[in-house]
């Protein structure tokens, strides 16, 4: 799955990886005193607020100028970004938008941070890059939002970002200590599905841990420093091999260089595995699986991964496609089923039945019980989501990795 902010990605991700933007996947609670008192916080979050309302019109200026002045002043900083600054504009507004949006949930926000510090690892990034981003996006800020601007307003920002950058300062330290910035990993199988659908086989350099559900972010030889996100297409495997389905999508470099130029023998980078979409095994609740096109990679991994661990839960999974040619992984879900009494599969091609996949979910059931997973195109966990309330199972049983969503509901 290819999941950048202009490629449109079909696993179930969007967004991409960048400095500014990573995926929010909330885990465990963080202590609320690194983000300091909740008075504090909450008038320091209206005078933010207040800031990204006022620059929204304006949003590509202010990326620009902040983009400019960072690499004016700091040039040794401009080697950490992509050659092609076009996709990273986009993402730092997105990043500001998140971050005001949940400034008083605390948890939500230093998970987010937390993520997004381990995640710039393999940038090369260090502690002291942080002050100079800070300088610059702030003077930035205070550039366009003309209006609401003042020492206050400039005050809290400078208090917020020190704050929020230290979160990301000590999670990358803490994660230094037990696991490498980036893996190196051969391409040692390439399967070219269908003309713009490849499986990839991988092997690592080096141990890589990982849970079924989860995903990492992937980097080429081709496109240094762009990477993109895809979920892991199995279990974890005891000769240590990991596989990605990948969909070349219009315009999309890492994914069209992945299905189109990559052959065994090639050599990508692979960031840390990151995710909540994984099985809670503490509990016998059947699993409801929505995947939609590569959306399927993920949900075949939690297949396993409850097969592997010799449960006899329920689980039912609804596989989505356009058409027919596009069920490439049918077969390998079939052949699951036969092997396991406890999986029901069930195809829904849009062009055949003229229903959407989360419509589908109506016809069967009842869903009480079970533990929703959602993986697929952004428009499909948006609609799969607001099904799986309809039908009564609470939000705290669906689990996505969706980006956008994520920003909607907070999970």
Same mark, same amino acid.
């Given at each position: 799955?290819?999941?950048?902010?202009t490629?449109?990605?079909?696993?179930?991700?969007?967004?991409?990886?960048?400095?500014?933007?990573?995926?929010?996947?909330?885990?465990?609670?963080?202590?609320?005193?690194?983000?300091?008192?909740?008075?504090?916080?909450?008038?320091?979050?209206?005078?933010?607020?207040?800031?990204?309302?006022?620059?929204?019109p304006?949003a590509?200026?202010?990326?620009s100028?902040?983009?400019?002045?960072?690499?004016?002043?700091?040039?040794?900083?401009?080697?950490?970004?992509?050659?092609?600054?076009?996709?990273?504009?986009?993402?730092?507004?997105?990043?500001?938008?998140?971050?005001?949006?949940?400034?008083?949930?605390t948890?939500?926000?230093?998970?987010?941070?937390?993520?997004?510090?381990?995640?710039?690892?393999?940038?090369g990034?260090?502690?002291?890059?942080?002050?100079?981003?800070?300088?610059?996006?702030?003077?930035?800020?205070?550039?366009?939002?003309?209006?609401?601007?003042?020492?206050?307003?400039?005050?809290?920002?400078?208090?917020?970002?020190?704050?929020?950058?230290?979160?990301?300062?000590?999670?990358?330290?803490?994660?230094?200590?037990?696991?490498?910035?980036?893996?190196?990993?051969?391409?040692?199988?390439?399967?070219?599905?269908?003309?713009?659908?490849?499986v990839?086989?991988?092997?690592?350099?080096?141990p890589y841990?990982?849970l079924?559900?989860?995903?990492?972010?992937?980097?080429?030889?081709?496109?240094?420093?762009?990477?993109?996100?895809?979920?892991?297409?199995?279990?974890?495997?005891?000769?240590?091999?990991?596989?990605?389905?990948?969909?070349?999508?219009?315009?999309?470099?890492?994914?069209?260089?992945?299905?189109?130029?990559?052959?065994?023998?090639?050599?990508?980078?692979?960031?840390?595995?990151?995710?909540?979409?994984?099985?809670?095994?503490?509990?016998?609740?059947?699993?409801?699986?929505?995947?939609?096109?590569?959306?399927i990679?993920?949900?075949?991994?939690?297949?396993?991964?409850?097969?592997?661990?010799g449960?006899?839960?329920?689980?039912?999974?609804?596989y989505?496609?356009?058409?027919?040619?596009?069920?490439?992984?049918?077969?390998?879900?079939?052949?699951?089923?036969?092997?396991? %009494?406890?999986?029901?599969? #069930?195809?829904? /091609? !849009?062009?055949?039945a003229r +229903?959407?996949? &989360?419509?589908?979910?109506r016809? @069967?059931?009842?869903?009480?019980?079970?533990?929703?997973?959602?993986?697929? %195109?952004?428009?499909?966990? #948006?609609?799969? /989501? !607001?099904?799986?309330?309809? +039908?009564?199972? &609470?939000?705290?049983?669906?689990? @996505?990795?969706?980006?956008?969503?994520?920003?909607?509901?907070?999970?």
């Amino acid at each position: 799955m290819d999941a950048p902010t202009t490629e449109p990605g079909e696993n179930g991700m969007s967004g991409g990886d960048g400095w500014f933007l990573p995926r929010m996947t909330p885990t465990a609670p963080a202590p609320a005193e690194q983000l300091g008192p909740p008075v504090e916080r909450s008038s320091d979050a209206v005078l933010i607020r207040r800031t990204l309302a006022e620059i929204g019109p304006v949003a590509d200026k202010v990326t620009s100028y902040f983009y400019a002045l960072l690499f004016v002043r700091h040039p040794e900083l401009r080697t950490l970004f992509p050659a092609a600054m076009d996709i990273q504009r986009e993402r730092l507004l997105k990043a500001l938008l998140t971050a005001a949006e949940h400034l008083d949930n605390t948890r939500v926000l230093v998970d987010y941070l937390q993520n997004l510090g381990r995640g710039h690892r393999k940038y090369g990034t260090h502690a002291a890059y942080y002050p100079p981003l800070g300088e610059c996006l702030i003077d930035a800020l205070g550039k366009y939002a003309t209006t609401v601007w003042s020492p206050e307003a400039e005050t809290a920002w400078v208090r917020a970002y020190t704050t929020m950058s230290q979160v990301m300062i000590d999670a990358a330290a803490a994660d230094e200590l037990r696991a490498p910035a980036w893996w190196q990993a051969e391409i040692v199988m390439h399967d070219l599905r269908t003309p713009d659908v490849a499986v990839l086989t991988i092997r690592p350099d080096q141990p890589y841990p990982f849970l079924a559900g989860q995903y990492t972010s992937v980097e080429t030889p081709w496109w240094p420093r762009v990477w993109r996100h895809y979920s892991f297409a199995s279990a974890p495997r005891s000769d240590g091999l990991l596989t990605f389905h990948v969909k070349a999508v219009p315009a999309g470099w890492v994914s069209n260089a992945l299905v189109h130029r990559a052959r065994p023998g090639d050599v990508i980078r692979l960031g840390p595995p990151v995710g909540s979409m994984t099985v809670d095994h503490t509990t016998g609740s059947g699993l409801l699986c929505l995947g939609g096109g590569t959306g399927i990679a993920p949900i075949k991994a939690l297949v396993e991964d409850v097969a592997e661990r010799g449960e006899r839960r329920p689980v039912e999974v609804f596989y989505g496609a356009r058409t027919d040619h596009d069920l490439y992984d049918v077969d390998t879900m079939l052949r699951l089923q036969q092997r396991h %009494p406890w999986l029901s599969v #069930r195809t829904v /091609v !849009d062009e055949q039945a003229r +229903i959407q996949l &989360p419509d589908a979910l109506r016809d @069967h059931g009842p869903w009480t019980g079970y533990d929703a997973y959602l993986s697929g %195109p952004p428009g499909m966990i #948006r609609s799969g /989501v !607001d099904t799986l309330r309809d +039908i009564g199972i &609470p939000s705290s049983r669906i689990r @996505h990795d969706s980006v956008d969503e994520m920003l909607i509901a907070v999970n």
